[in-house]
């Protein structure tokens, strides 16, 4: 697959003509992070261009500005050498961009070419749009049935029709975010030929959003990798190989966190657990196993609407003490993974173990009362009622601690919420302030202060840090690598590499609901989990 | 007994008049559940139906005491029922009110200010004239049901298979069936997903303000604020019965229908029988086809449920 | 300010479509404040509707919490009220014993008939808001049944005189005291609904179980995840909600006054109280302690509404003024989430 890249001299190789798109020094602030710091970008027609980066490396902001989902902060756009601004997805659309979303816009309930049809204006004539979507079907080799029902499609016909629709409207400019990420192996093929014909045929411009190493090197003429809102590096997609990119989009600061992580704190950890029998990973982790593991998962299946299989024959253990990081590029069954340790999801098949024990996963509150406590990937989906207070979120675990009799005793509460907002220092008026009054990183602070005061066996962190700023990362980290010294077994759920090169003793991969492969901390590489992580065998 | 019951059976369904009756309530019910099929297709379950039916019903009378013209009575009717639907849809699709709370207040204040306003004004309306279908009339016990009614009847003719193209085949039903479904992919396809429910919900206040008046030239004359009787929610149920469908709903319509005017004619003949039971049979059999059928019809995905840009 | 505005709004356009038709708006409000306390004993009158509407309201606060939105109080009411005069004709005994078992099974009635919405809801998948909207014309019908037969609730030939369909009248010592305050009567089930206001606000705060119910409510999942099963305490306060409600019915039947029947059951029985209970609980946004307000205001809306014939204007007006009034106190609250989306609007294009 690598090789792949020599023979891609791009059907714009032969020098760039007059850009179709600029963007220059765009920035935009969220809150106090800065999503996009002075941001460059050109884009010229008959080329396909790579935007490299981990999640929220600032790639997904910079398109929405392009399409008009979001306002820079400052910047200016150029179409054509003319300046403009654009205001909303249809100002976009006016100026010939146009953008295939990570999410689809389709409507399950209507068939194709009623989804296609949707959003344009003027009379709706079905012969017509059928034609058309025949026509690009042929023209593009993107078969598909006019007359099916979206909701009966498989995703990878699914985001033909969303292609369609972004074709249908006759671009100058086509964005794709994340393409893949819902596709099969031969489905990305497929995309990539289509890309190529989209490109060759109109000389039309095409971005291709991606953080997956093999396929941009494998699709694009040109490359521009971002990391935390800044581009670090652009070139020809000629003079670029695996390795180079990998290190460029993780970049040179995560290499200083993981040294710090590899020769500081955690050969601290590592003397503290030595009666465990650290240094090395593997041995304590088998040492563990030989004993009765903290949360055993064994040969779990998971299936979703239509019997998509979220997660297939997964199997996981998990000793006292240990952090086991869970890598993989996101929608590969890690939320699901998290959903079930949260009691929200059954099992299709398989089973879940906690200290011997075997828990019916889906009932209400079975994995708390079993000891396992969860930091989940978005809060405020189940891990905080935004219109509680602070200390009403401290307790929803166990309101019992607070009660006598079923009657919760007001002092007691204030009392027990107070300690741990000191403890944890969490950021608010008190223990009577609604939560939606709290910074995103308080919040975080209250979800893991309750689930820490549960004393639980086992903790699974999903995405822990996201959205968090820098001092909030190095908070929450801390913890982590504390709660497991403690002997607390750790599942950290993360797609950030270096926080799981930073934390974890053993590392699994994730991909298309299956656990892909298995390292140990020595082994693993930024670029032994990028290759195995982008799909590529390591 | 038996024996008894089948005999009742035999009259009632060999009277002509237990066809025209059943025709006269189906088309009152036709005529709202149509709208409130489009309103509920995009996404609100109108409860406010019966308000507009009842608001039809009574510009209906005020338009014929102003004008002495049927004709102007069902165009007052329309107005009528259009001006529920302004206060439901700007509330519950512009404002973000709770679309139920709406439906709930505008029901209880239009049988207040009818029964106020029919007090003070006391509008006297008439019958529209009926109007037979040559030789369709003649045909046997449905032709008269059909074909030699009231002139507004045959508005139905037209307005069914018009919301069904409507809805269907336009650019239009198509954008409002996609807000009924799935309103955060409509609202990245471009469509303004509030403005479609609000227009859907204006054209159930249409219908039903059409209705409404129908039903008073059709069979009263004269208003009262009870003439609508909770029909608008027979409605409602025959929607939810044709499982989201047009022709599903019209089946509905057409049964609930039927077992009224069965019921008046049971009567009519001098029959005994439990009138309670087939007053119910609306509900009940909504009920029961739901509890069944809810595995298999499923309501438009975002039914009841307010769009809000950027909240799931 | 803004309510105070919305509100003005209202009595505005109220007193627009009185003076419209000819009428006079002013004497029409002091109708409404005579009837509803100012003239002798009527605010003993106001009481006695306000109890009914309170406690309706009660009911539909413990559902709301849990997120379920039920619409068939009016039903549950009348089935209530159905059932406890059922068995209190049945079981009979000592008057006050007798006062408690009418109570008792006006309560069980009503939750039995919101249970069954519950049934369809937690079993089948049926949204409650049909089923219990559905329910309350199919409660009527069945009621409407049992007033025909004698075995179930009709009154025997004697009792009932020439009138059709109403059930026996309750004995004197079968009814819910009515104590003279000040030269006001009023049935003591308005302590007793007052005394339930307090304790369901109470409950819904500071007990265990309140704060699990309330957790369902705002965020199913993450109280799923933290043991509160819905299916459970959904269907619970599906189950209490008809509880109140039924409860309501019963002491509409027993304490007498206004017009709930005379103490009997009749055609039409539970007269809207349903319906408006609904709304108090919907005007006092779903708490308990406002709802007791609420609750007063519109009873006192109905009482002054008999006070407003002898002003030459239909009492009518009344239910006009009170939509108005609930649509009014509607715009407020939407305006100010409006306003709060647009500034968050930034953050949360981001988040999509």
Redesign the interface.
Known sequence: MIDATTQLAGAGGSGPSVPVVELIGITKR??GIV?CDQVDLTLYRSRIHGILGENGAGKS?LM?VLIG???PDAGSIRIDGRPCTIHD??AA?ELGIAMV?Q????????TVW?NV????????K?AGVRDRVAAISRQYGLEVDPDAQVGSLTAGLRQRVEII?CLRRDPHILVFDEPTSVLTPEESEQLFDTLREVVAAEERAVVLVSHKLDEVLHATDEITIMRQGRIVDRRPTQEADVRSLARAMVGREVSLRSERAAFGLAEIEEADREPDGGGEDRQSAETTKSDEPALRIEGVMVKGRGGARLLDDISLDLGAGEIVGVAGVEGNGQRTLGDLL???VPLDAGRVVVNGEGVSTG???????AGVA?I?EDRH????????TVA?NL???D??RA?RH???D?RTVTGIAQQMIDEFDIGCSGPDAPLWSLSGGNQQRVVLARELAAEPDVLVAAQPTRGLDVGAIEYMTDRLRQTAIGGVAVLLISSELEEILELADRIVVMSRGRVVGELSRAEATLETLGLLMGGSAA | MLIDFFAAVGDVLSSESTYINGALFAALLAFAATGEWVAERSGTLNISVEGMLLSGAFAGALGYHLAESVAVGLVFGAVGGLVIAAVQAEMSHRLTADQFVVGLTLNILIVGLTGFLDREIDPRADYASEVEIPILVDVPLFGKALFGEPWPFYLLYGLVPLSWWLVY???WG??L??AG??PQ??D????DVNRRRRQSIYYAGLTSGLGGAYFLFARLATFDDSVIGGQGFIAIAAVIFGGWTLWGTMAGCVLFAGALSFQLSLQGLGYELNTELLQALPYLVTIGAMAIFARWVRP??ALARPFIRGLK | MLYALSVAVALALSSVIVEATGGDWWPVVEALVDGSIKAPGRWGETLGVAAPLLLVALGTVISAKAGLINIGQEGQLLVGAAVAVYFSFLIGGPGPLNVVVLLLFGALGGAVWASLAGLLRFWRGVPEVLSTLLLVFVATQAVGYGLKWQWLLLADEASRGNRNLVSEQLATDNRIPRPDVFGNEFPVTAYVALALALAVAYVLA????G??L??LG??P??????????TTYGATALAIGGAFAGLAGAAMLAGGGFSFGNYRLVPGFSDNIGWTGLLVALMARERALPAVVAAFVFAGLRTGAGFVNSTGVESRITDVVQGLLVLALLVPPAVIFLRDRRRAR??A??R?
Not at chain 1, 117 to 124: M, Q, S, V
Not at chain 1, 363 to 369: D, E, F, L, R
Not at chain 3, 206 to 209: A, C, F, G, L, S
């Open positions: 969220f809150g999503a902001t929405k989902l979001v306002l997805p249809l659309a979303h999410h689809f816009s389709l409507v399950d309930q209507l009623e049809a949707l959003g344009e204006a003027g009379r709706l079905s629709k949260s009691s929200l009932s209400p509150g079975a994995m708390a009362k969860v989940p989906d189940s891990g905080v009622v935004l219109d509680m009403e307790l929803m675990v309101p019992h009660a079923g009657v919760m007001k | 085949r336009t650019r198509l954008e069936r996609a479904e799935n992919s409509a990245v396809s471009g469509i438009p995905a | 500071r007990t265990v179980w704060f699990r309330r957790m705002h965020n999942r993450a109280a799923q995840r933290s043991g509160v099963s819905s930034a953050a294009t981001e999509v």
